[in-house]
């Protein structure tokens, strides 16, 4: 049965696509587990880092499961199927851990947006990314012509999405799509994630949230986070909360 996979080690999580049978498509399954998994990561405080890779070695995600959709009707098709795959992989991509996502053999349509919604990307030699929707009468849906237009260069992201082309793990290096490419990529990724266990979680957490604000991803959030976090380490926030308690006037030293 395809499923998302969670496991957790010292301090690394790793986010499995198990469904190699399909080549590791998205089910409505799955992105129920995506979802209810990235609520457990967000609220584990020893989880550094979130590594997300697929089952087999023949794809990371072909994307979508069309058997998945193709039978939905156009409302509960955009209502539901993109909608909810939209609102779930923002949730991945707004994780305030780092993530990791390591692509081998290929990264298409809906497998794409996925990688897309991690920080880096390390990628096989091999490996390839597609948007090839329009082949089957769709579009992208998941952020494929959003989030992906602020990662790579808008030539390469219309050669996928209007001409179906797909990009070599060396192009989406040149680019800055790919942050390494390795022979083993999940050894690589683990490595990058290892180095985490050494650095401020708090500082890491804070410079995603001001890089976020910084690219739209999520802004008006992420600029609030900021301010909030601020303002709830001051004395005055400390004296207001005291003076509601204790049903008196609040007296601000302004610290």
Request: hydrophobic share 45%.
């Amino acid at each position: 049965m395809a499923s998302l996979d969670l496991t957790i080690d010292g301090g690394i999580a790793k986010l499995l696509l198990n469904n190699p049978a399909r080549l590791n498509a998205f089910t409505p399954e799955m992105l129920a587990q995506l979802e209810s998994h990235c609520e457990t990561l967000e609220n584990d405080p020893d989880i550094c880092c979130v590594i997300l890779t697929g089952e087999g070695g023949r794809a990371f995600c072909a994307g979508a499961d069309i058997k998945a959709w193709a039978p939905l009707s156009p409302f509960d098709f955009s209502r539901h199927w993109v909608r909810d795959g939209h609102r779930i992989f923002d949730r991945l991509a707004r994780l305030s851990k780092p993530t990791i996502a390591v692509i081998h053999a290929h990264a298409f349509g809906g497998g794409l947006e996925l990688a897309a919604c991690c920080d880096i990307r390390v990628m096989a030699p091999d490996a390839t990314l597609a948007l090839p929707e329009s082949q089957v009468g769709i579009v992208p849906g998941w952020s494929g012509t959003q989030r992906l237009a602020r990662l790579i260069p808008e030539a390469m992201l219309k050669e996928m999405a209007l001409f179906g082309r797909r990009i070599s793990a060396e192009r989406a290096l040149s680019c800055g799509f790919a942050a390494e490419i390795a022979e083993m990529p999940f050894a690589a990724a683990l490595e990058i994630a290892e180095k985490l266990l050494t650095t401020s979680p708090r500082a890491t957490e804070v410079a995603k949230y001001m890089i976020h604000a910084a690219v739209a991803e999520d802004r008006d959030a992420m600029i609030e986070a900021l301010g909030s976090g601020m303002i709830a380490a001051s004395a005055d926030k400390a004296e207001g909360v005291a003076a509601f308690t204790e049903k008196r006037k609040p007296v601000f030293p302004g610290k």
